[in-house]
């Protein structure tokens, strides 16, 4: 065997072959080994019938409709990179379970019958291995692996995928435009393969290259990506997001033609100039601070690319002095609805709408209170501080003028560490709602939080006020105020300090 595959593999493999059928492992797990990187999953076709697969197989079942059948297998499938979710993780993804990974063995077929530019909804068994390949979509995907007649495992490449690897060139099977048009999935598949396989490191010319006529092919039909289920565009772009080439990859989505339908709010920031802050337009900054951003985190990433989104709509002024007042606000809606149009989890939203509502911090070392970043905290939870960070030092390594300080953000995190102890949420007040009950009479209901809110404020101001005597005291003559007194006096600290902020973001000319 020329390449090392896993026993549980080998075992399915074997099992077929010994009931006389043919079986390989196909596709990407073959263009892995040859690429000598770790496959995420394997893959085995085969001439048995599904009815068949699930009989030599007890601990298997239907995938999905088209009767791709999931071999259950101990637990072999490594999981360093963190941008894979083990399946054994997600219990969702694939029927997985913990302790066990699931090996797909697939009936060789052709795909036919494709409606709208998708997948097919039918597909026809076939007992030709040739075939099946030819269906597949790029000839470094189009290769199989395993025991020929004579029981030697060879590799099956009827497409040249083998030299095209080693050329590190991703071309169709077979005429592009026919098979980009069957399916526009591959439209994507083609630039997040380019973006994953390609080493940030190397020259261009030792570097992959979506072939040109292939190439050519995904901008001609690139329209046709609008009949894809945003869920299927989603779950592309987060691995192109969570590859090591994640600015590359939104470059190589906009000469593609493709990135007009996935996120198109970030075109607008092409050609769109900044101020005396910055060499880069919003476009090639939004780009930068994704690239530096330090975080592996999908959300992070997101909020990074998307930190300067509002830029375009709140843009005045021109050259030097140009003013992007309330982009941050701006940009957190938009950020939510992209996100939100895009189907990702409400957790990711959420985040990632936070990091950019909250990105513009002002921070300066000698201006800068405790006060102020105990309200920071507040604003943003404790457990995000790390993330928004993150996010910070991208748009500042991004910014394309030589002024990052990181002792201020080292600064920064030390002065987080400093007050993470004082009250920063309802929850470390030392009195409860109960207390307020209990002690003050106080009957339940909305008045009690209201009064919270106060106390909090009052306490992230003074850190010292935060003892059950004075709190209980300052609650007693609180309880005399009206909700609407009481909602003020929580809110005004908080607009206090936006005036002051804008304020100093004027004076400073602040417009990150
Ligand atoms: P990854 O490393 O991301 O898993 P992969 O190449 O294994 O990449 P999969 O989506 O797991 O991609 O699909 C397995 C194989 O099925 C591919 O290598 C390819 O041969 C075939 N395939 C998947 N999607 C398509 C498609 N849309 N059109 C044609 N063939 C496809
Ligand atoms: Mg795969």
């Known amino acids: 065997m020329k390449y090392s595959i896993p026993q549980p593999v080998v075992d399915i493999i074997e099992t077929l072959q010994k009931a006389s059928f043919e079986a390989f492992v196909v596709g990407g797990c ?34 999905n409709e088209f009767g791709t059948v999931g071999v259950k297998t101990p637990r072999f499938i490594e999981t360093t990179d963190p941008s894979h979710e083990h399946p054994s993780n997600n219990p969702k993804e694939k029927g997985s379970e913990a302790g066990r ?25 076939t007992l030709s291995l040739e075939e099946d390949l030819a269906r597949r979509d790029f000839t470094m995907n189009a290769l199989a692996y395993g025991p020929r007649k004579n029981d030697e495992w060879e590799l099956v490449d009827l497409f040249s995928g ?19 048009n069957e399916d526009a999935l591959r439209l994507m598949r083609a630039i997040r393969f380019w973006t994953e396989l390609r080493n940030p490191k190397a020259e261009p010319s030792n570097n992959w290259q979506i072939e040109d006529a292939s190439f050519q092919a ?33 470059e190589m989505l906009r000469e593609a033609k493709l990135l007009r339908f996935i996120i198109p709010e970030l075109e607008v920031g092409i050609g769109v100039g900044q101020n005396l802050h910055h060499t880069y ?26 930190h300067d989104v509002g830029k375009p709509a709140t843009k005045r002024g021109n050259g030097y002095h140009s003013t992007f007042y309330n982009h941050d606000h701006v940009g957190a809606r938009m950020t939510e609805k992209i996100l939100t149009r895009l189907r990702f989890p409400k957790s990711v939203i959420q985040k990632a709408t936070l990091l950019v509502d909250n990105h513009l911090f002002y921070y300066n070392v000698d201006e800068v209170t405790e006060t102020s970043v105990r309200r920071l905290i507040k604003r943003v939870g404790l457990e995000n501080m790390a993330d928004l960070m993150a996010v ?33 949420s ?19 209901g909305p008045q009690i939080g209201a009064i919270l809110d106060v106390l909090l404020a009052e306490t992230i101001e003074d850190p010292l006020l935060n003892t059950k005597e004075s709190l209980l005291k300052r609650a007693s003559l609180l309880k005399e105020s009206p ?11 908080i607009e206090e300090k936006r005036s002051e902020d804008n304020e100093q973001i004027k004076k400073k000319h602040w417009v990150e």
Not at 218 to 246: H, M
Not at 428 to 436: R, S, V
């Open 30 to 63: 073959v263009r892995d080994l040859i690429l000598e990187r770790e496959p995420k999953d394997w893959d085995i076709t085969t001439n048995a019938l599904p009815e068949k697969i699930i009989e030599l197989f007890p601990d298997s079942f239907y995938e």
């Open 426 to 444: 309802v929850k470390m007040l030392a009195i409860k709602g109960t207390d307020l009950i209990e002690e003050l009479g106080i009957p339940a």
């Open 162 to 180: 083998e030299d095209d690897i080693q050329k590190k060139i991703i071309r169709t099977v077979g005429n592009p435009e026919e098979r980009f």
């Open 101 to 125: 990974d699931i090996v797909e063995v697939t009936t060789y077929r052709t795909e036919s019958n494709y409606e709208d530019k998708r997948r097919p909804k039918e597909v026809t068994f």
């Open 218 to 250: 995904i901008q001609k039909l690139s329209d046709n990506l609008s009949a894809i289920s945003q869920e299927r565009i989603r779950d592309e772009l987060t691995k192109i997001i969570l590859s090591k080439s994640p600015s590359e990859g939104i």
């Open 483 to 493: 909700m609407e007194t009481l909602r003020e006096l929580a809110k005004e600290k």
């Open 392 to 424: 910070r030092i991208g748009d500042r390594l991004g910014s394309g003028v030589p002024k990052a300080k990181p002792y201020k953000l080292r600064h920064l995190e030390y002065m987080i560490d400093k007050v993470s102890k004082d009250p920063v």
């Open 281 to 306: 337009t919003v476009w090639e900054h939004n780009l930068r601070a994704l690239a530096t951003c330090p975080s592996k985190k999908l959300d992070v990433l997101l909020a990074a690319l998307l």
